[in-house]
Nanobody, 125 residues
Framework: QVQLVESGGGLVQDGGSLTVSCVAS????????MGWFRQAPGKEREFIAG????????YYADSVKGRFTISRDNAKSTVYLIMNSLKPEDTAVYYC??????????????????WGQGTQVTVSS
């Protein structure tokens, strides 16, 4: 089992920046690939970024590529999502998730076994 707790969400203006974090406890953090997903009201949960357990490989959805950066610190059992050039359409609840598969980053939510409770990110126009 692993428990995930996100933090760092909030309200930011169009074009602003925000970093959200996710701290893991329980099983050894480095035994998981990690992903960030988001869900806006009335929409399905969507994959936005993932990182392999080593941190060497990352993958991004086209909607955030070039604006968002995922990173991890295995010593701190923490994964980060650095968000720049935020847009109103980035408004959503952001979730981190853990995938026990240690191959390539996977992008579908059902492949991730553990989820945090989510943190709200609101971008005002």
């Amino acid at each position: 089992q692993v428990q995930l707790v996100e933090s760092g969400g909030g309200l930011v203006q169009d074009g602003g920046s925000l970093t959200v974090s996710c701290v893991a406890s329980g099983r050894i953090f480095s035994t998981f690939n990690m992903g960030w997903f988001r869900q806006a009201p009335g929409k399905e949960r969507e994959f936005i970024a993932g990182i392999t357990w080593t941190g060497r490989n990352t993958y991004y959805a086209d909607s955030v590529k070039g604006r968002f950066t995922i990173s991890r610190d295995n010593a701190k059992s923490t994964v980060y999502l650095i968000m720049n050039s935020l847009k109103p359409e980035d408004t959503a609840v952001y979730y981190c998730a853990a995938d026990p598969n240690l191959g390539m980053v996977r992008t579908t939510s059902y492949e991730y076994n553990y989820w945090g409770q989510g943190t709200q990110v609101t971008v005002s126009s």
